[in-house]
Structure formats: C-alpha cells, structure tokens
C-alpha cells in the first residue's frame, strides 16, 4: 500500500483560541515540553517537527501524512492533562500554505497579544534552534522557518509595528529618553516600594539608568524593593533632599493626599534649574499636585497620560499590522511553489 | 561660463535644492517612520545646494572683484552657507536628529527671501576685502558668528518644540524624531559659546581699527554691532550662571537672533552705494 503524501501543519492553541483557563492548563513547563518532544518524537509518520511553547501559545509545526494530525491531538491530551472535548474547542489546525502564512504572522509579532512584540521572535527562534540541535527538523521545516525569520525582519523594518510602547512602565522609560537622551546619567527615585513602582523601577534599571533610589514609608520595605530594583534605599522623610539631586521621580504610593507639592517640586527645582526633572505619578489618589507641572523645567505625567500614550501606539501598531499581513501574504505566495514541491517528492 | 548659469541662477538653484531637502524629510517624517537612506537622500540634496550656493558667490565675487559682502542680499545668503558649513559639522560631531531637515528648512528660507527680495541687491557697498586682512578677518568673523547665531536659533526652535510636544502629550509625527531636551541644551550652550567668541573676536579686531581712525564706522553701525555683540554676551553669562535656562534661554536665542538679522540693514548701511557690476569674461 502506497504511503499517502506528507502535509506541512500547524496544530495548536493561542490566546486568540484558548481562555486563560486553559491556556493554563496548557502550558508547558520544561519537563512536559521535553515529555511531549520525546512522546512526538516517537510518532512514526511525524518525519519534522517544531513545538512552539511560550505563555500566549503552544504550537506545533511538523510535516506528517494528514492523517497522523489527529493521532497528535491525543498525545497533546495525554501531556497536558486536557480532555478531548477541552482541545476540540480550542485546537486549530491549519495545513499547506495556510500554515506557512501563520508561522510568518506568529514570527513577525503580528498574531502577538500585543501586535508588533518583539519577544516572540526570539521565542520562534529558540525553538526551531532547540529542534534543529535534536535534529527534528529537516528540508521542509528549515527552508519554512529560515524565510519566517526573514519576512519577520522584513516586516519590523518596513513597517511601524514595534515602534512606540505599549506599557505604562516602558512608556514612563521613553520619555524619559526624549528629556535626557542618555539614561546612563539620570538619577532615578522611586517613591513607593509596591509592585508597580518596582517594575517602573526595573524598567529603568533596564535602560540603564545611572542609579535607583527606592524611598517608602517603611525602610525595609524600601531595601527589599530596592534589592530587586538593584538600587538603594531611603525614608519618605528625605524626599525633600531626594528631590533636589533626583532626574526621574516616580511615584505609586497609597498616600490619600499629594506626596509632592508644586511649592516642593519648585523649591527643588532653584537647586538645579538647568536640569530638567521628570515626574511620574502612577498613584491613585494622586502623589503629586498637578500644579507643579507648571513649574519651569519640570514635566509631569500621570497614569492616565502614559495610558493614552500606551493605547495610541497599540492601535498605530494595530493599523500597521494591515501592512505586515500583505507582507505574509505575499511571502508565503511566493515560498509556497518550492515549498509544496519538496513535499510533492516525499522529501 | 555659460550666461544661463549667472550669479543669482546658480544661488537659486541652491535654494531650491535646500527646498528639496527640506520637503523630502518633512514628508518622510510625518508619516512617523522615516524611510531608509533619509539621511543620505537629505545630505545629498544639502551638499548639493551648499555646492551650487558657493558657486554662486564665486561668480558674484568674480563680479565684484572681491569677497560678496557687499550687501544685504550677499550677506544673507553667507549667513546661510555659513550655518550649512556648521551644520556639516556639527551635525556629524553631535548626531542631531532632525537638524538636517531644520538646517535645509533655515537655509532655504532665507535664500530663497534673499532671492526674492530686489532691493536687498540693488546696491553694493564699497569693497571691504583686498586692501586689510584685519578688516577683513573682522568682517568674515562677523558673518560666519551669524551664521552660528543662525544654527543656535534653530536648535532652539527644536527645543521649544521639544519642550512643547512634552507638556502637551503632543508626542508623534514630527515630534517623534526630535533630539532630547537634555542634548539640545548642551548644543544651544556650545553654539552660544562658539558665536560669543567669533563674534567678540571679530569686534575686537574691528574695534582696533576703529580707535586709528573713528570716521570709518558710522554711530548707527557702531551702537548696533555692539549692542549685539553685547546681549549675545549677557546671555551667554546669564546661562553660564544657570539665571536664564530651559525655554526662557531658547526663546531668547529664537528672538536674539531674529534681532541681529534685523540689525544687518544699520551694520550694512554704513558702506552701501551705488555699484555697477560688470563680470568678468
């Protein structure tokens, strides 16, 4: 009996398929991701194989006769714990030119919870790295994922989706740039040792910022934030000298009235009027009064400021996502010929 | 050379160049993602222009047998090229983002103004160069501190824009590509610092030879040059003191600088009668 023809596939779940529910149940850590290789690895007729695995997706790409497929979906239960009926709902499975045009848009962050993310990338490029070293992939595999890279590049490059944050913590860190350049010089207080003055305040330290000051009500809530932060510690009582020698002021207290009052912020200021002086206010009720944004040299965002900020270049990064899918569409057009032909010999 | 390239077609086609230059970034740069190569293209269309602008004061100086600073028109258009021969510099030393697309905007406007307006070439002044090489170091210096004057204005205006983008959330399009607050202050500092000093030089070079021979500058001329020279100082002073900073030292470079321009009718005054130009051929 002859050997029906192989098929290049998709089959998985995505956030855009999968509640977080299951996507929970889903995920992968790395022994299941390991258990679920060895147990792919194991299907005779699977001839290539990729798993995708991230927070938002897990993938598999492969090359099999179709009607293997569904003897996949079965060993995916068996890993993961999820029912049949549990997958049936939220597996997709895409075949032949369709899965090639959804590895590109995966790859180029077009597919991303947040378009335009430049981290799935990296995610696409260590498992196919992950998959080649285990020799899981071969002719068809390869060719697929070496031109997904690149229409990914093609993509970020020609077109606007990864330009502009689109966090709260990552905007506060880009105007901080357009006022300073340089990062490497700014001095960084972080008023409020609670979990979102921590990550701005990681956010900072990932830009390089000179240093990191974490100040709290409670000191050693300060120095443990301030441990995470790579940073150093101080009471709320020293504000007033903080303030003076600070760049960057954050603030996301639980204060009920303004920590920072314009007559502060401007007596600060006639200690450095050269230097300008950045002032987030990510707290609810606000820290800091809004009139000190008139003081001369000082400029003053609040949550709902880099919110907006935020939302704007989500939805221009979801305006250029129109572009980047011609992109695929074009690519996988002219990929899919030699693609289908390598399949067409049995490989 | 033929007649068709004279004098004033030459300098036109520099203006238009620097036009070019000036539309092609702007449009590139609303659409927020600047095009690949933006740079080059911009750089090629300015090297352009400066290199039809100078040949265009070569031939005015064949015409006039000497340095084309003899009226307002020849003195606007030296600020210009003078600004784009800082601009190669300076914007490669600094790699200011934008400065390009400003400078050929500056350049543009006032040759194209120079261009248009007739009477600022209906007259030349005496020769000033090929008899002193002081006066003549005196006035080149002069010019060329304008033309620093001239650059500082414009990274001034990017800093208000700048500034103005930041405080009303105002953050796309052509603002995206602004330098930094911080960066075009330092740079405003330095230019401010550099002009000062050429243009202090220059007047103490002239002021030499005003105290030989006091008939040779006119009071208009006199109370102007040094009035300039001396809020150009104050300023410096003021921001060096930190007394004067931010957007009140930007709007005061924007507005000083737009008063020496003005101040170039009085300075000019001083040599201007009638000269027939005959090129040379």
Known sequence: ?347 | MSSLLTDRALLWLGALLYLAGFLTGLVALTRRQAPTGLRTILNTFLVGGWGFQMAGLYVRGLAVGGCPLSNTFEIVQFVAWSAMVLYFFVGTAFRVSLLGLFAAGYAAALAILSLLIAPWDAVHGQKIFGHNPWIELHAALAVFSYGVFGLLALTSLMHLLQNWSLRHKRLNGLFWFLPSIVQLDQINFRLLTLGVLLLSISLGVGAVWWLRDSTVVDLPKLIVTIGVGLVYLVVWFLRWRTKLVAVRFAWVCVVLFFLALLSLGPVNSNRTHHVTLTPEG
């Not at chain 1, 860190?173 to 300073?180: E, H, N, P, S, W």
């Not at chain 1, 639980?254 to 006639?270: D, F, I, N, Q």
């Open chain 1, 1 to 347: 009996m002859e050997t029906p023809p192989p098929v290049l596939f998709l089959l998985g779940a995505s956030h855009h398929t999968a509640a977080l529910a299951v996507r929970e149940k889903l995920a992968l850590d790395e022994t299941r991701a390991a258990t679920l290789a060895t147990r792919l690895q194991a299907i005779p007729d699977l001839r290539e194989f990729t798993l995708l695995n991230t927070c938002n997706r897990v993938e598999v790409y492969g090359v099999a006769p179709a009607a293997s497929v569904e003897q996949l979906t079965s060993t995916l239960g068996e890993v993961t714990g999820c029912t049949h009926a549990e997958l049936a709902g939220v597996l997709q499975t895409r075949v032949g030119h369709h899965a090639v045009e959804h590895l590109f848009a995966v790859a180029a962050g077009l597919d991303s919870q947040l378009v335009g993310e430049a981290e799935i990338l990296g995610q696409v490029k260590a498992a196919y790295d992950g998959a080649l070293a285990r020799h899981l992939t071969g002719p068809v595999l390869n060719r697929v994922f070496q031109k997904a890279f690149q229409a990914a590049k093609h993509i970020r490059t020609h077109t606007a989706i990864g330009t502009g944050q689109v966090s709260v913590a990552t905007v506060a860190v880009d105007l901080a740039g357009r006022i300073f350049g340089d990062l490497a010089t700014t001095k960084v207080l972080v008023v409020g040792a609670g979990e979102i003055g921590l990550k701005t305040a990681q956010a900072f330290q990932s830009r390089g910022a000179g240093s990191i000051t974490v100040a709290s009500r409670t000191l050693s809530n300060a120095e443990a934030a301030a441990t995470q932060a790579g940073g150093w510690a101080a009471s709320l009582a020293e504000l007033p000298e903080l303030l003076a020698t600070a760049d960057i002021v954050t603030c996301a207290t639980a204060a009920p009235g303004h920590l920072l009052g314009a007559a502060a912020v401007a007596a600060a200021m006639k200690q450095r009027p050269a230097r300008p002086l950045f002032l987030i206010d990510l707290a609810l009720p606000r820290d800091i009064d809004p009139a000190a944004a008139a003081v001369a040299n000082v400029f003053l965002y609040n949550l709902d400021d880099l919110a907006v900020i935020a939302e704007g270049n989500l939805a221009r990064r979801e305006a250029e996502a129109a572009k980047g899918r011609a992109i695929v569409a074009e690519r996988t057009a002219a990929l899919w010929p030699q693609v289908a032909q390598t399949l067409s010999r049995g490989i």
